[in-house]
């Protein structure tokens, strides 16, 4: 498929969609970075990840971010978040920076789209986390890294993974402390089949693909258990910040991100779990405006050390 075609189906899908060491460096101060590349955590060539250490880092003490990229579910590699992991690397924490395997759209521009199942589901991706968490945390003694005091976030797609895990069953140990959702989509439900029939078939084929199931009444359980949404209210939830940029748009169709963030805040809140809701004026869903991802991670920084 050309790069092309890859960058409209990614378009298309988010249209719809919509740690810190003993010493924490001062505003001036930063640790050197070291990165390890291509840390093996399953036997398919998207299951790796890199580390990023701050070097004179104590054992003991250095507390975990593992960052996911964004990309629809279909695309994207950790390279996008090489910046972002050595400005928190330099910041003191070690971080995870994963790749994960993606819903196939082999024919999903097809007109009609062509009606088939993908292999990897939303439910395999963050099962990904898992695992890359799983190695990072059973090497940390090699890599010098803290064990129990570890964070996640990540950026569109990327943040829909880190709230599912970190509000899912794979952190009933609580190992995960808080998530930071940075442009992602909090939910996929609907109330009714029929909304889901005004939409495009591409984009009926492609929720039947990252979710495993049609869009119809029978399956709303299952389009609700793919929401971090409803998977935290259904849970006990994490301390949470949603960062979104002020214009949250893809496409031509509404941003409706800041209703689903308002929602998510107040219903952690009233379980009595902290959350936090930023907007970052000036900023695209890419947070790609001079200046603003340092916002990002100045706020995300700022809770995580908190909570």
């Known amino acids: 498929m050309s790069r092309k075609l890859l960058e409209k189906v990614i ?6 969609a919509m740690v810190a060491c003993e ?3 001062g505003e001036h101060e930063k640790y050197e970075v070291e990165v390890l590349t291509n840390i093996s955590y399953g036997n398919h060539e998207r299951q790796v990840m890199d580390l990023y250490l701050p070097k004179g880092r104590s054992s003991a003490n250095t507390n975990v971010v593992v960052v996911i990229h964004g990309g629809g579910f279909v695309a994207g590699d950790k390279s996008y978040f090489s910046e972002v992991s050595t400005k928190l690397a330099e910041k003191g924490f070690a971080i995870a920076n994963i790749n994960y395997r993606f819903v196939d759209i082999t024919g999903l521009l097809d007109n009609p789209p ?3 199942p993908s292999a990897i589901t939303i439910h395999h991706q963050v099962e990904d986390v898992h695992a890359a968490i799983q190695v990072a945390l059973a090497r940390s003694e090699e890599f010098a890294t803290g064990n129990s005091k570890w964070y996640i976030a990540g950026h569109s797609a990327g943040a829909t993974l880190a709230m599912l895990y970190a509000y899912g069953e794979n952190n009933e140990d609580g190992l995960i402390k808080a998530v930071a959702n940075w442009a992602g989509a909090t939910t996929f439900a609907f109330n009714d089949e029929s909304e889901t029939d005004q939409l495009d078939p591409r984009f009926r084929e492609l929720f039947f693909r990252l979710i495993g199931a049609e869009a119809t009444n029978e399956n709303k359980l299952a389009y609700m258990a793919a929401s971090p ?4 209210y259904n849970n006990e939830g994490i301390p949470t ?10 496409g031509d169709l509404p941003d409706v991100s800041d209703v689903q963030y308002k929602k998510m805040t107040d219903m952690l809140n009233g379980k009595e779990v902290v959350s936090k809701y930023v907007i970052v004026s000036g900023a695209s869903h890419g947070f790609s405006e001079p200046g603003k991802w340092d916002e990002v991670l100045s706020n995300t920084v700022a809770f995580f050390n908190e909570h």
Do not use: C, G, M, S
């Open 11 to 16: 378009l298309l899908f988010l249209t719809i």
């Open 23 to 25: 010493k924490e460096p």
């Open 241 to 250: 910040i949603n960062i979104r940029p002020d214009d949250n748009t893809v």
């Open 229 to 232: 949404y409803w998977v935290a």
């Open 114 to 116: 062509k009606h088939q």
